[in-house]
């Protein structure tokens, strides 16, 4: 869903640049807080071995200060690469719905 926001945000916006990326898997951030079970003990196993927020950082630094990547728009990245998504995040019909849907949710993105 990353993906897809970050799509239909680019089509909603001119003359802003807009990306999405992925951090990975990284370690420290308290976001299997709350698993339980086989999902816990895996959350847990990774914590040891992931690597710290400033990795995860990365990606969205460069996308922010990199001039490589100035006036690229609408693109997701993976360790500082853009690649390409599954099909099903880039359908426009999907991504219109999941905009409209999160706007409903937080009473938020109004006249985009």
């Not at 999405?20 to 951030?29: E, F, K, L, V």
């Not at 690229?72 to 991504?95: I, K, L, M, P, S």
Request: charged share 25%; with cysteine.
């Amino acid at each position: 869903m990353n993906a897809m926001f970050g799509y239909e945000l680019a089509r909603r916006v001119k003359g802003i640049t807009v990306n999405a990326m992925h951090p990975g898997i990284i370690g420290g951030t308290g976001l299997g807080r709350n698993a339980r079970g086989a999902l816990k003990k895996l959350g847990e196993e990774l914590a040891e071995t992931a690597p710290g927020p400033e990795v995860g950082a990365d990606t969205a630094v460069w996308l922010a200060t990199a001039s490589e990547v100035d006036g690229e728009t609408g693109g997701f990245y993976v360790n500082r690469r853009r690649v390409r998504t599954a099909e099903h995040t880039r359908d426009r019909e999907r991504c219109g719905r999941l905009w409209r849907e999160s706007a409903q949710l937080v009473g938020s993105f109004e006249g985009w």
